[in-house]
């Protein structure tokens, strides 16, 4: 059966969608078949992978709303093993669509349950908010991955950010876990970054990976060609950062690690 995480982060420019795609590919090379759920309107992630939300039918939106299968919207992409459920901006409207509908908060759980079986892992970028369709996809998710940008007011987050968390594991979902907490945006040259490396790491210990994404310019260029870090330059510092943080993710949930 697969695991779900959730990556998420109320705070927008965190690093989020960066890494939905990037550690799904990471995933994807090391031979662990990945399904990415693009749940942010943006449709960031599912451009990101060469996908034109413009020309997306089938979304997660649809397969929320009961208007098409979960399966019908898979769609593959341009790393082996990696597979997408693509967003479109109908996505904006869905809160309100589903607000007045039962079980509201659970109807992205009963999607993913359908095709759990089908992939080793599945990820869920999240949208820089805290509304409805967040609450569903922790309502889904065994754990949630919780990206930090090396400043300041990133730390200031994250602790409403984990106040949501346990309203959810209260209500929704008792067996929702942190994965961890991932440092992004990183550079060892700078005195801030280097002080929130040190304060997040006293403050949470165990909860942080020790793997930290650098500030890499490949990193930042491989969206604009529609593909993961990885197949862009697999040299760069940023390609080699999520593969380790895959590997980590792998051993601290006991996979067999390529």
Known sequence: MGKVIAIANQ?????????????????????????????????????????????????????????????????????????????????????????????????????INQLKDDYEFILIDCAPSLGLITVNALTAADTVLIPVQCEYFALEGLGKLLNTIKIVQTNLNNNLNIEGILLTMYDNRLRLSNQVLEDVRTHFKNLVFNTVIYRNVRLSEA???????????????????????AREILVKNNRKNQ
């Open 11 to 111: 705070k927008g420019g965190v690093g989020k969608t960066t890494t939905a795609i990037n550690l799904a590919a990471s995933l994807a090379v090391l031979e662990h078949k990945t399904l990415l759920i693009d749940a942010d309107p943006q449709a960031n992630t599912s451009s990101g992978l060469g996908i034109d939300p413009k020309n997306v039918t089938n979304s997660i939106y649809e397969v929320m709303l009961n208007e098409c299968n979960i399966h019908d919207a898979v769609v593959s992409s341009v790393v082996p093993n990696l597979y997408l459920v693509p967003a479109n901006i109908d996505l904006v409207g869905a809160e309100l669509e589903i607000i007045n509908l039962p079980e509201r908060e659970k109807m992205m759980q009963s999607v």
């Open 223 to 245: 969206p604009s060609h529609q593909m993961p870090v990885l197949m862009y330059d697999a040299a760069s510092k940023g390609a080699l950062n999520y593969l380790n943080l």
